[in-house]
């Protein structure tokens, strides 16, 4: 069945960019019924959405975050990746990556635990 | 602050019937479907309900969505020990943009 796992450092220092990347296994990102996408949730709150990608490359991005998120997509690795930049403490979340479509989240990754700290 | 408004906090006993609202705009929910998520402590988020009302393979029929108007609401009948969770509702909005509220805690007495 389909699984998604992320990866990346846990910590990123003040004002450096943040890289994530998640590897889509046992089934293809290329799909043309499903977006993927990027979900944090800050320690004890809610889930934010970060933002999302077709397989084509075209995304779409939480207006909060536009200006310092780019996520990008290579169908070659079965891969799609998350660049945050100019982090702040209060980008410290776990960050999760999952599949949609419609936008029901219904396949997500575990989750990567991420502190921006110095 | 949420655009998409959930009590955050729930209880219940077990067996009893609870229910979790979530109130938006005519530009979120009032125009796109809802979907609902569980999270169990320390696990990622699980797709509940989709398109309102619609359960996704392998969740029990306990668990009930519906929508009206700017609104919806998550019901659980015959509550058990092990549906305490948080949960979460979530809609598109008219950008395009994933919506999700702020979550409810459920306690399960």
């Known amino acids: 069945q389909l699984q998604l796992q992320e990866s990346g450092p846990g910590l990123v220092k003040p004002s450096e960019t943040l890289s994530l990347t998640c590897t889509v296994s046992g089934g293809s990102i290329s799909s043309s019924s499903y977006y993927w996408g990027w979900i944090r949730q800050p320690p004890g709150k809610g889930l934010e959405w970060i933002g999302s990608?077709?397989?084509?490359?075209?995304?779409y991005y939480n207006p909060s975050l536009k200006s310092r998120v780019t996520i990008s997509v290579d169908t070659s690795k079965n891969q799609f990746s998350l660049k945050l930049s100019s982090v702040t403490a209060a980008d410290t979340a776990v960050y999760y990556c999952?599949?949609?479509?419609?936008?029901?989240?219904?396949?997500w990754g575990q989750g990567t635990m991420v502190t921006v700290s110095s | 602050q949420s655009v998409l408004t959930q009590p955050p906090s729930a209880s219940g006993t077990p067996g009893q019937r609870v229910t979790i609202s979530c109130s938006g705009s005519?530009?979120?929910?009032?125009?796109?479907?809802v979907n609902w998520y569980q999270q169990l402590p320390g696990t990622a988020p699980k797709l509940l309900i989709y398109?309102?009302?619609q359960r996704p393979s392998g969740v029990p029929d306990r668990f009930s969505g519906s929508k009206s108007g700017t609104s919806a609401s998550l019901a659980i009948s015959g509550l058990q020990s092990e549906d305490e969770a948080d949960y979460y509702c979530a809609a598109w909005d008219d950008s395009l943009n994933v919506l999700f509220g702020g979550g409810t805690k459920l306690t399960v007495l």
């Open positions: 999952a599949r949609h479509r419609d936008g029901a989240f219904d396949i």
């Open positions: 990608i077709y397989y084509s490359g075209s995304t």
């Open positions: 005519s530009s979120n929910i009032g125009s796109n479907t």
């Open positions: 398109s309102n009302n």
